[in-house]
């Protein structure tokens, strides 16, 4: 009975994310996946098909402003916690996996000196990317294809595709091998 009562909520959760990027000017593709709550959600956001998100315990926050936006591809997979926030584009290709509390952030919101402003640079994720727990994505990054960002990582700086980096700063480790048509589950 309580699976069945989790899975009706869900079902809901699901169309009520639906309706309020609709009513934003968004749009989520087929089969979205939403858990455990509605996300928070402001701005110009385009969700591919077979999207999840997992709200429980603590709800995704994806925002933008300005004229930024954050597109999510095909089977997507963001958990608990993950905040996104746009003033440029943050994009994430199909198949990638976004661990909890994990952090991208186009902007860094104010100038450092004095007479100058902040620079929101775009954020590119690539196809079939696993960023770990508590990871922070920088503005300006570029993450290629395969590649892994370990847990707890800050990453500042591109990382080439196929290739795990963790620490912070984060740096190379190892390449991951991985064919072309490779999904991670």
């Known amino acids: 009975m309580r699976l069945f009562v989790t899975a009706r909520l869900d079902d ?3 169309r009520w994310t639906r309706w309020r990027l609709r009513a934003a000017g968004g749009k989520a593709g087929r089969a979205l996946r939403v858990r455990g709550g509605v996300p928070y ?16 315990p603590v709800r995704i926050r994806l925002k933008t402003a300005g004229s930024g936006r954050i597109v999510l591809g095909d089977q ?12 440029a584009s943050v994009e994430i290709g199909a198949f990638s996996r ?26 590119r994720i690539g196809r079939n990317v696993w960023i770990g727990r508590n990871a922070t994505i920088l503005p ?3 993450i290629g294809d395969h590649s892994v960002i370990a ?8 990382v080439p595709s196929r290739q795990l980096w963790r620490g ?10 991985a064919g072309d048509d490779f999904i991670r589950q």
Request: charged share 15%; hydrophobic share 45%; no cysteine.
């Open 140 to 142: 300006g990054v570029s």
């Open 12 to 14: 809901l959760y699901a």
């Open 41 to 56: 959600l402001a701005g110009q956001l385009i969700l591919g098909e077979a999207v999840r998100l997992r709200n429980e």
């Open 168 to 177: 912070n700063p984060a740096s190379f480790v190892k390449h991951v091998r």
């Open 98 to 123: 976004i661990g909890d509390h994990a952090s991208l952030f186009d902007t860094s919101f104010h100038a450092v000196h004095e007479g100058h402003a902040a620079r929101p640079r775009p954020i």
């Open 76 to 87: 997507v997979s963001l958990n608990s916690g993950v905040t996104i926030f746009s003033a």
């Open 151 to 158: 847990a707890g990582a800050v990453v500042f700086q591109d």
